[in-house]
């Protein structure tokens, strides 16, 4: 199993990037899946996730700015980011938990600039 992460990048506050997630060896399914975030010096932390029943949560911090799907095929995991803000600046990493256990992809780094 492998996640790829993309989409990260260089944008000025209030703009917009959409991270995506593709899934290899296995599909995302209706598996729990996220998206989590480790800024400098700081330790990772939850960002958007969905639960096996379908259902989505936002850390505060993000709650009517970013917008967690994926695509009908289950391959591919995304992450909406809107009206950017310099403190969403850190290391993005999607999230894959199985029964044989979870997954992360390797980052893609997201800066936003004032």
């Known amino acids: 199993v492998q996640l790829q992460a993309s989409g990260g990048g260089l944008v000025q506050a209030g703009g917009s990037l959409r991270l995506s997630c593709a899934a290899s060896?296995?599909?995302?399914?209706?598996?729990?899946v996220g998206w989590y975030r480790q800024a400098p010096g700081k330790q990772r932390e939850v960002v958007a996730r969905i639960s096996s029943d379908r259902t989505s949560d936002y850390a505060d911090a993000v709650k009517g700015r970013f917008t967690i799907s994926r695509d009908i095929r289950g391959n591919t995991l995304y992450l909406q980011m809107n009206s950017l803000k310099p403190e969403d600046t850190a290391i993005y990493y999607c999230n894959l938990i199985k029964r044989t256990g979870q997954y992360w992809g390797q980052g893609t780094l997201v800066t936003v600039s004032s």
């Open positions: 060896g296995t599909t995302f399914g209706l598996n729990a």
